[in-house]
């Protein structure tokens, strides 16, 4: 089956840097790759996603970009603020989602 | 606020006890999931519905039995679960299995 790997798994920032989220995936079949924020005792919401289709897509502060050579895609967050502070999941779709280990983004005021 | 809504938002139970988390979504999403989701740990895949039927059972024990009345509606019956059962259990849905899945904000269930 598919494998995600996340890096890094904690990110400390500060308020108005960027911050930068990176996952691998393995089955070049992986057509779909979402990102995830889960802020605590919330689900997971969905912020962004890019399909195999395109290489870069952006949403205000978020972006995404995909390397479908390299099987890598990452998460850039601009103008970082406290409320961004929260576990950050990448996901591929091949069949299932197969979710990276979650990345925890502190971002000091 | 989530377009996908799960009750209860807590639920304590005795390994001995039958209890039922439900799953409501009103998006005309014919695809519904059911994960279990450790401290620190990304979701895990439980079950998937579509167009209400069982499509993908992921081993999960028998103690823990989905069922999906029509295409709003999912739930979860629990019977005899274990103290390692005890998780955050998170219901999706979308439109289909290569969509975007939007995610309740779970059933915090621990098992005395």
């Known amino acids: 089956g598919e494998n995600v790997e996340q890096h890094p798994s904690t990110l400390s920032v500060q308020e108005g840097d960027s911050a930068v989220i990176k996952c691998t995936y393995s089955?070049?079949?992986?057509?779909?790759f979402p990102w995830y924020k889960q802020e605590l005792g919330k689900g997971p919401q969905l912020i962004i996603d890019?399909?195999?289709?395109?290489g870069e897509k952006k949403d205000q502060r978020i972006a995404v970009t995909l390397n479908k050579t390299a099987k890598h895609f990452s998460l850039h967050i601009t103008e970082t603020q406290p409320e961004d502070s929260a576990v950050y999941f990448c996901?591929?779709?091949?069949?299932?989602?197969?979710f990276g280990s979650g990345t925890k983004l502190n971002v000091k005021p | 606020d989530t377009e996908v809504t799960q009750t209860p938002k807590h639920l304590v139970m005795g390994m001995t006890n039958k209890k039922s988390l439900k799953c409501e979504q009103h998006m005309g999403h014919r695809a519904m999931y059911w994960y279990k989701q450790k401290a620190k740990k990304p979701p895990e895949l439980m079950f998937v519905y579509s167009y209400e039927k069982l499509s993908i059972n992921e081993s999960v024990p028998s103690r823990f039995s989905p069922e999906c009345p029509n295409s709003s509606l999912l739930n979860l019956h629990l019977h005899a679960l274990q103290p390692e059962d005890s998780a955050l259990y998170l219901c999706?849905?979308?439109?289909?299995?290569?969509?975007?899945?939007?995610f309740g904000d779970g059933t915090r269930l621990s098992i005395l």
């Open positions: 089955d070049s079949a992986s057509n779909y």
């Open positions: 999706a849905s979308s439109q289909e299995g290569t969509q975007p899945q939007h």
């Open positions: 996901a591929a779709n091949f069949n299932k989602f197969y």
């Open positions: 890019i399909r195999s289709n395109v």
